[in-house]
């Protein structure tokens, strides 16, 4: 749900990173950049409006002033929506270089699709639904 939330409103080059084996507080991290302050707050926006109508709300929102890095804690799935400059700068991508990545093509909706998250699990006891690959 996440990631075609984002993919429907132009978030830039989506990548979802499975950081469950090395992660003690996520099983996934879900990055993205938008274009400017206002498309970074309006993706976080949409992103928020569509869990909260599934029932998912998060535990926290950090970033939404300064509208350069908006991190969201829906518990096992963390959210970074990035102003390009500053995910330049802190390069998430290379710091979790050793956890499978997966490039989402915001071209292709089956790609999107196939690799969304349908919300976070309510406990860290509970395996998430793996992302499917076609």
Not at 66 to 88: A, C, K, S
Not at 92 to 106: C, F, G, H, R, Y
Not at 114 to 128: F, K, N, Y
Request: one cysteine or more; a negative charge.
């Amino acid at each position: 749900m996440v990631v075609e939330t984002i993919v429907a409103h132009k978030g830039i080059e989506p990548v979802l990173l499975e950081v469950t084996k090395f992660c003690s507080f996520a099983d996934f991290f879900i990055l993205c950049s938008g274009g400017s302050q206002r498309h970074v707050l309006a993706l976080a926006q949409h992103v928020e409006e569509a869990l909260a109508q599934a029932g998912v709300k998060p535990l926290g929102v950090e970033g939404r002033e300064e509208g350069q890095w908006v991190l969201m804690d829906y518990n096992t799935v963390v959210v970074h929506i990035f102003l390009q400059p500053r995910r330049e700068f802190y390069n998430l991508e290379d710091l979790w270089s050793e956890v499978p990545k997966t490039q989402i093509d915001i071209d292709s909706s089956t790609q999107a699709t196939s690799t969304s998250l349908s919300e976070p699990r309510p406990d860290a006891d509970t395996p998430p639904e793996p992302p499917h690959h076609e």
